[in-house]
Each structure stands twice: as C-alpha cells, then as structure tokens.
C-alpha cells in the first residue's frame, strides 16, 4: 500500500523544487509599483501617494505661463479628490490675467470646469451632478471640444455632467499666472488630498469606455498608470501631469512631469495619509 504523503513532507519537497530551479519567490515592486512574489505577475494594483493640502498655507503656484500652451476649444482633465471641508469655494487649478480657466469645488460641493475668453466671456461651464462631499477620496474627469459643443463628465466612472453653458469659441489658456489649491491670488485655498492631476489641451470621447480604461480601473475604481510623462492616455505628453509615488518626497509633487513647467509650493504640503490606491 502507498501512504499519502503527510503536508509537511510535501511543501518540505515544493520548496527543494523552487531551490533545485531557481525560481525567485521574494517580495518586489516594478516601476509601476506594482508588488509581486518573484515570477509571479498577480499584482495587487497601481499605487500612488496622495498630497494634502492644509486650507491654510499650502498650494503651487507658477508665475508665468504654460510651457506649449495655446488658446483653444478643447481639454482633458482628471484628478483625484478627498476634500476636508464642505460649503466653501475650493480652486483645484486656476489660471487667469486676461482671460480665466478654471477647476474649481464650489460651495455646493460640486467640481466645475469654466472656461474663458480673453475678454473674459464665459464659453465653458460644467459642473459634476453629484455632491461630492468631505468624506472620502472620489475621481472625476472631464473633456469637452467647443468646436462640436460636446462635453463629458464622469465621477468615480460614471456620467454626470449638468452642462450650463457649452458653445464653440475659444478659451485664453496662454496666461501668465497659474495656482494650483488655490488661485495666484491665494483666495480659495483647498483643504484636503488630491492625488494625480492631469491636464491636457486635447479632447478624448470619454463615453467610450476603452478611453476611460486608461485614466481610472473600471474594475476597482482606482488609479492606473499614466507613465512617467503621462503619454498612457492619448499617447501624448500632456501640459499637467502632477502625482507622487511611494517613496518620494511631497515636494515631488510640484515638479510637473507634463511639458509645462513646474509649480513651486508657497507652503509646507505633506504626503497624505490616505491615497485612492488604497
């Protein structure tokens, strides 16, 4: 009769395996901070780190215009959200001298898109339908295309866009002040995370899910690589692209890996203790 062979005996002869063939079974992070046990290429996701902003002291500011930016009718924008307070106006990212475009939380709670003239005639106004309240990390992105009057907007990868005013004419993106948590002005100051911003003067048809597979995970609902210039999206480096990996310092934050140019901290920003990675 052939006895069963006991557990322990058998994991004792699993492990001679992995020794006799080389196979490396430790713990690892890939450049996507991905974690994996040797060979094995079961991830557990994207991570990213997230910045928070005080409401006090914290935001970026750049005093000079967008390196490559060009007035224009159509945008691209995502960004992660985890507000501390509710009922104030919040500027996200905000750029004005002769014309103004905008990202802000305003005292509804709601994320909008607004967009100028030079002569500051409003041509861009949408808005997320959905309050997004101080309690927890949300997603939202945004495109539009003036030209064709067309507009999406989605929260944590759903529709959701009020659209107040969309008509074809062309927003002043070529100003010389640019804040980001709050306006050059320092008024509007955001409190609370934000994690992976990204801005691109380009218009991506976000109702075609393939497209908004490469700026969130419709699985998980949580953030996916754009690459180190954020060119994963449309394949082209974009004019923002702010984020902060594990391990890295918060003043990496600021350092914009898009092509337009860094924002320097007027603050003290802090890795935040929660990321939408989590």
Not at 28 to 48: E, F, H, M, R, S
Not at 50 to 66: C, H, K, P, Q, V
Not at 132 to 161: C, E, F, P, R
Request: with cysteine; glycine share 12%.
């Amino acid at each position: 009769m052939i006895k069963k062979l006991r557990l322990p005996l058998l994991i004792g002869l699993l492990g001679l395996c992995v020794i006799a063939l080389g196979i490396d079974l430790s713990p690892k992070v890939d450049a996507g901070q991905n974690y994996y046990l040797g060979a094995v290429t079961t991830a557990v996701g994207y991570q990213i780190d997230a910045i928070e902003f005080d409401g006090s002291t914290d935001y970026g500011l750049r005093g000079g215009g967008m390196t490559g930016a060009a007035d224009g009718k159509v945008g691209l924008i995502s960004v992660w959200l985890n507000p501390d307070t509710d009922g104030v106006l919040e500027n996200i990212l905000y750029s004005d001298t002769s014309g103004m475009f905008a990202v802000q939380r305003k005292a509804d709670n709601k994320v909008y898109f607004l967009g100028f003239t030079t002569g500051l005639v409003i041509k861009l106004d949408i808005n997320s339908s959905a309050i997004l309240a101080a309690s927890g990390w949300t997603h939202i992105m945004a495109s539009w295309n003036l030209a064709t009057t067309s507009a999406h907007l989605y929260v944590n990868n759903s529709t959701d866009k009020t659209q107040t005013v969309l008509l074809d004419d062309t927003i002043d993106h070529t100003n010389n002040e640019h804040g980001f948590g709050a306006n050059p002005d320092t008024f509007g100051k955001y409190s609370g995370g934000i994690a992976q911003f990204y801005w691109s003067q380009e218009y991506l048809d976000l109702s075609n899910a393939a497209n908004r597979a490469n700026i969130i995970n419709a699985t998980t609902l949580k953030p996916v690589d754009f690459g180190g210039t954020g060119t994963e999206i449309t394949g082209n480096q974009p004019l923002v692209l702010l984020h902060v990996l594990p391990g890295n310092a918060a003043s990496v934050f600021f350092v914009n890996k898009g092509s337009g140019g860094d924002f320097t901290d007027q603050g003290s920003i802090a890795i935040a203790g929660t990321s939408p990675s989590d």
